[in-house]
């Protein structure tokens, strides 16, 4: 049974980092793509970051470009999201999400993947 478990969010100061990592049971991430996705309250579920199931291709959100990293470890079968420079905006529930997929890019579409995690919350306030 494929399962993905978020661990690493909390409460952050503004312009605080965190480092969320997403890690897969059941299954071995070397041939999925792997995506980051959060959700506010009251808000849509929308895109965050994703990185192809080679590493080569990384694609960002507009608003977390150039303050967030994604990476992965398929040796440890984990996925990280490195959070830096963090705003109150990016105060939401985050998901981590695969797909098998051949292809060598990635989107950051949420119907683009079926398998996710039960999510963890990052809150950023003074």
């Known amino acids: 049974q494929l399962q993905l478990v978020e661990s690493g969010g909390g409460l952050v100061q503004p312009g605080g980092s965190l480092r969320l990592s997403c890690s897969a049971s059941?299954?071995?991430?070397?041939?999925?793509?792997l995506g980051w996705f959060r959700q506010a309250a009251g808000k849509e579920r929308e895109g965050v970051s994703c990185i192809s199931s080679s590493g080569g291709n990384t694609v960002y959100a507009t608003s977390v470009k150039g303050r967030f990293t994604i990476s992965r470890d398929n040796a440890k079968n984990t996925v990280y999201l490195q959070m830096n420079s963090l705003k109150p905006e990016d105060t939401a529930m985050y998901y981590c999400?695969?797909?098998?997929?051949?292809?060598?890019?990635?989107?950051?579409?949420?119907?683009?993947?079926?398998?996710w995690g039960q999510g963890t919350q990052v809150t950023v306030s003074s």
């Open positions: 059941g299954f071995t991430l070397d041939y999925y793509a």
């Open positions: 999400a695969a797909v098998r997929t051949g292809y060598r890019l990635c989107m950051i579409l949420p119907s683009e993947y079926d398998s």
